[in-house]
């Protein structure tokens, strides 16, 4: 960590340099631990713990969590709630030279997300079996038929981020087993 509070997670990218330069494992993993420490936060929120970052050359551009419950809006995913506020900082949709650091393979909706942004390069920590759209289900990023191609690398820090997933979904059947009847909204209710 920088005295700006600038963080190195990849080199900085010539603008016309059409792919991203290879980064060094360790600035992935360091990167990763700061998408672990939103997905805390979500956890902390009783949301699914999932935590994105956006770095841009040596700069955190934005960081989310999951928010879907709180915010009321089932988009309100961390990669696209970090999307926004990257789009925000830059002050441009288009977040060319940009590195996405995400704890869980994106869905196709974030991955649709991820393509229109125009982001260079996605990180991902746990892959999904059951809505992954890098690779996992989906293979969105390698479809020549898109307007945009991100490079991507998978499995960075898996077994702590696939931890965290699965404590709180162990969590949740824990709950539901002594919950006597379901609610309405299909959601489990917390226990005070």
Known sequence: MTKAGKFCCMLPVPALFPFSPPVDEMDDEKCMELALDQARRALAEGEVPVGAVIARGDEIVARAHNAPLGRKDPSAH????????AAEVIGNYRLIGTTLYVT???CIMCAGAIIAARI???????YDP????????????????????????GGVL?????EILSGFFREKRIASAFCPEPQKNGEIPKWS
């Open 78 to 85: 961390a990669e696209i709630l970090a999307i926004r506020r």
């Open 104 to 106: 869980l393979e994106p």
């Open 120 to 126: 260079e390069r996605v990180v991902f920590g746990a």
């Open 130 to 153: 059951k809505s992954g759209g890098v690779v996992s289900l989906y293979r969105l990023f390698e479809d020549g038929r898109l307007n945009h191609s991100v490079s991507f690398t």
């Open 158 to 162: 898996k077994e702590p981020c696939a």
